[in-house]
């Protein structure tokens, strides 16, 4: 486990807060490492603005390379009916290198409940959805140290 503090992060949007006029609102980035992650208080939970066809991104940067083999996600879990503001599919790269398909990876929808924790761990890289060449690529590479992820959130015209 790779220990995260706010100040590995940075988003945009990067939160609320970011809407002109608008402030005040607790759902912030700092909330995706305070490691209360399977809850339904909002005050625990980060919450952008989402634009459609807009790009939005969550920036992970390391002070040393680390080596990541995988990163578990709790998408957003108010409530069965809020849970449906959760992120729907990703892309993940790494120095610049996809380490998903770029056609994305679909996060599971939060239950709106609490009573078991619904992480959902992506192993890096993600090998389900790329061609055999690209597979057989990934797999001849030997694990290499990454200093900066981005995590970036896409709109599809059918979510």
Do not use: C
């Amino acid at each position: 486990v790779i220990k995260l503090t706010p100040e590995n992060l940075n988003a945009k949007p990067r939160d609320m807060n970011s809407i002109p006029g608008f402030s005040g609102d607790h759902r912030t980035l700092d909330k995706l490492v305070n490691n209360k992650n399977v809850t339904v208080n909002d005050e625990n939970m980060w919450l952008i603005p989402y634009m459609r066809n807009q790009s939005h991104f969550l920036y992970i940067s390391f002070t040393e390379e680390k080596t990541v083999s995988g990163i578990k996600f709790w998408n957003y879990n108010k409530s069965e009916e809020d849970s449906y503001r959760g992120a729907k599919l990703i892309t993940i790269s790494a120095d610049g290198v996809f380490l998903t398909p770029e056609s994305g990876v679909l996060l599971k929808k939060a239950p709106g409940q609490d009573f078991y924790d619904f992480g959902q761990f992506i192993p890096l890289p993600y090998l389900e959805g790329w061609d055999n060449d690209t597979v057989a690529l990934y797999k001849s590479i030997t694990s290499k140290p990454m200093n900066d992820f981005l995590i970036q959130v896409r709109a599809q015209n059918d979510i």
